[in-house]
Structures are given as C-alpha cells and as structure tokens.
C-alpha cells in the first residue's frame, strides 16, 4: 500500500517543501527519509516536523503535495487498483 500511495504523497511533498523552506530545513529531511524508507519511524517523524511547522506554511505545502497528485498520471494510476474486488 506504501508504494503506491504513501511513496507518491512524501515525494509530492518533498519536492514542495524543497521549494518552498529550501534544501537546509529538518523539516526536508525527515520528508525524505519517509519517501524513501516508508517505515512507521520515518512517517512519524515526517508527522512531527510537518506539525511544527507554522500552519499556514504546513497548509501551504499540502496543498502543493495534493495538487501535484492530482495533476500526475503516474500517481493516478500507480493508486489505481483497476478491476481488482477486494474482500
């Protein structure tokens, strides 16, 4: 479930946080070790960075994150479980 829904989400918001606190903050950091791990550690500590920052600037990056998911065909798809029945 990670790789195609969790993985997209932390790269859409890494690339955002890259571009708006820059390559130096912690906050990179940890967003980059939940990409590329996917561990519960990883994500909670991504979790924690993301919750100290300021809220506009935390609201300001999701929305970023989410609009960059939502204009990618690869997320879309990658998410996509096609004719799959769950049970």
Do not use: N, Y
């Not at 990409?35 to 809220?55: M, R, Y």
């Amino acid at each position: 479930m990670f790789e195609t829904t969790g993985k997209p989400f932390f790269e859409a918001l890494r690339a955002a946080a890259e571009r708006r606190l820059g390559r130096g903050h912690p906050c990179l950091a940890a967003i980059e070790r939940a990409a590329g791990e996917g561990g519960a550690d990883a994500t909670v500590e991504a979790q924690a960075t993301l919750a100290a920052l300021d809220p506009d600037m935390r609201a300001s990056l999701m929305a970023d994150a989410h609009k960059a998911l939502r204009e990618s065909a690869v997320a879309i798809l990658g998410a996509w479980q096609g004719g799959r029945v769950r049970h």
